[in-house]
């Protein structure tokens, strides 16, 4: 095919580099204390992380935790109030974004209405000046695998919302840098094709090898993405783990119930008074998923039921009526629920124990 459009894009009179790309770097990043506060406001606390090269690490949070605000520390489009940000152990803490050897994909794509898809991806390219030959072989390699050889035509309008998402990847691909920031990039998009560039960019990433650091509110993004996932809440790391340690072992009652849909149950030891004994103030969890109806457990009573095709999710009340503390259970859809006689239990192996201070107890003798 021909790309008449996109003819400008190669013919433009910068002088070609003399060095060429230079070869990529490792790739790790590291953040040592690293703190943004804004006048009385603390938008991150302390925060010490390693992002290891090569690996897709995913900063999951609610709204207003801090975690693009940690993005755009990395990316150097701010700049922290203390501590230091080293990529592949050189100090970046302080150095303007075009010298840190990174791409960014930006939640709104970013693209120049008036240039083509072409223009749009060599963009960064022509900026820096690499040879016309060199844009034109990396551009057909990429827009092959980004599928978007027969679209470099074409204006941003004339795209739908995948394929715009296409061409913002293509333009961080195209760099060759060794690091790719993406600040939600799929939030834009409807629930299907937010599934399947899931899929789509975590296969470009391990292809490629880059070292990747994605934002996310979207727990699901996180757990089916990730290699491993940092939990944040109010500008401070909640923990660090795998998408499997995680969800088996959270570190404190924040990461229970921000991660599992629905979340984990948190019972108050004083709701348990009479069945098990535990420390005073302490909580036990128990995932949804873990609860089963039996003749024997915690007496419970119905409170809804909602019907998921598959299964059910029913809420039991236990405890006194009049302060009465409500579970979450996971049941089949067959299963028949009774109104009175109900009982939960559960294995003591699902059991998760979180002490006064919502940190995880590891070790507890009754």
């Given at each position: 095919?021909?790309?008449?459009?996109?003819?400008?894009?190669?013919?433009?009179?910068?002088?070609?580099?003399?060095?060429?790309?230079?070869?990529?770097?490792?790739?790790?990043?590291?953040?040592?204390?690293?703190?943004?506060?804004?006048?009385?406001?603390?938008?991150?606390?302390?925060?010490?992380?390693?992002?290891?090269?090569?690996?897709?690490?995913?900063?999951?949070?609610?709204?207003?935790?801090?975690?693009?605000?940690?993005?755009?520390?990395?990316?150097?489009?701010?700049?922290?109030?203390?501590?230091?940000?080293?990529?592949?152990?050189?100090?970046?803490?302080?150095?303007?974004?075009?010298?840190?050897?990174?791409?960014?994909?930006?939640?709104?794509?970013?693209?120049?209405?008036?240039?083509?898809?072409?223009?749009?991806?060599?963009?960064?390219?022509?900026?820096?000046?690499?040879?016309?030959?060199?844009?034109?072989?990396?551009?057909?390699?990429?827009?092959?695998?980004?599928?978007?050889?027969?679209?470099?035509?074409?204006?941003?309008?004339?795209?739908?919302?995948?394929?715009?998402?296409?061409?913002?990847?293509?333009?961080?691909?195209?760099?060759?840098?060794?690091?790719?920031?993406?600040?939600?990039?799929?939030?834009?998009?409807?629930?299907?094709?937010?599934?399947?560039?899931?899929?789509?960019?975590?296969?470009?990433?391990?292809?490629?090898?880059?070292?990747?650091?994605?934002?996310?509110?979207?727990?699901?993004?996180?757990?089916?993405?990730?290699?491993?996932?940092?939990?944040?809440?109010?500008?401070?790391?909640?923990?660090?783990?795998?998408?499997?340690?995680?969800?088996?072992?959270?570190?404190?009652?924040?990461?229970?119930?921000?991660?599992?849909?629905?979340?984990?149950?948190?019972?108050?030891?004083?709701?348990?008074?009479?069945?098990?004994?535990?420390?005073?103030?302490?909580?036990?969890?128990?995932?949804?998923?873990?609860?089963?109806?039996?003749?024997?457990?915690?007496?419970?009573?119905?409170?809804?039921?909602?019907?998921?095709?598959?299964?059910?999710?029913?809420?039991?009340?236990?405890?006194?009526?009049?302060?009465?503390?409500?579970?979450?259970a996971r049941l089949p859809a067959r299963e028949a629920l009774g109104d009175t006689g109900l009982h939960l239990r559960w294995h003591t192996e699902a059991e998760h124990?979180?002490?006064?201070?919502?940190?995880?107890?590891?070790?507890?003798?009754?």
């Amino acid at each position: 095919m021909t790309y008449a459009a996109s003819a400008s894009t190669f013919d433009q009179t910068r002088p070609p580099s003399d060095a060429g790309e230079a070869s990529p770097l490792p790739a790790g990043l590291s953040l040592h204390q690293v703190s943004r506060r804004f006048d009385s406001a603390v938008a991150l606390d302390d925060v010490a992380v390693s992002l290891p090269e090569g690996r897709f690490s995913v900063l999951l949070g609610p709204s207003g935790c801090g975690k693009s605000t940690l993005l755009r520390l990395i990316a150097g489009l701010d700049t922290p109030t203390s501590g230091v940000i080293r990529l592949a152990g050189r100090d970046i803490t302080r150095l303007p974004p075009a010298e840190r050897d990174l791409s960014m994909v930006f939640q709104s794509y970013a693209l120049f209405p008036h240039l083509n898809v072409a223009e749009n991806i060599l963009f960064g390219l022509s900026v820096r000046r690499v040879r016309k030959a060199e844009q034109r072989q990396r551009l057909e390699r990429v827009a092959r695998m980004m599928g978007l050889w027969e679209l470099l035509d074409r204006r941003p309008s004339q795209l739908s919302g995948g394929q715009q998402q296409r061409v913002a990847l293509a333009r961080a691909v195209i760099s060759e840098r060794p690091v790719c920031l993406m600040d939600e990039p799929l939030s834009n998009l409807d629930a299907k094709l937010r599934a399947e560039m899931r899929v789509e960019i975590r296969a470009l990433q391990k292809r490629l090898g880059l070292t990747m650091v994605y934002v996310t509110h979207d727990q699901v993004e996180a757990m089916t993405m990730a290699d491993h996932i940092v939990v944040l809440d109010k500008g401070r790391v909640q923990q660090v783990a795998t998408p499997r340690e995680l969800y088996a072992a959270p570190a404190n009652t924040f990461c229970a119930r921000f991660i599992g849909t629905p979340p984990m149950n948190l019972i108050p030891a004083h709701a348990l008074a009479g069945q098990r004994a535990l420390p005073e103030g302490s909580m036990l969890g128990i995932r949804p998923e873990d609860i089963a109806i039996g003749a024997n457990g915690v007496p419970a009573r119905l409170a809804d039921i909602e019907y998921l095709g598959a299964d059910q999710l029913a809420t039991f009340e236990i405890g006194p009526e009049t302060a009465p503390t409500r579970l979450h259970a996971r049941l089949p859809a067959r299963e028949a629920l009774g109104d009175t006689g109900l009982h939960l239990r559960w294995h003591t192996e699902a059991e998760h124990l979180f002490g006064a201070d919502g940190q995880r107890i590891t070790s507890f003798t009754q």
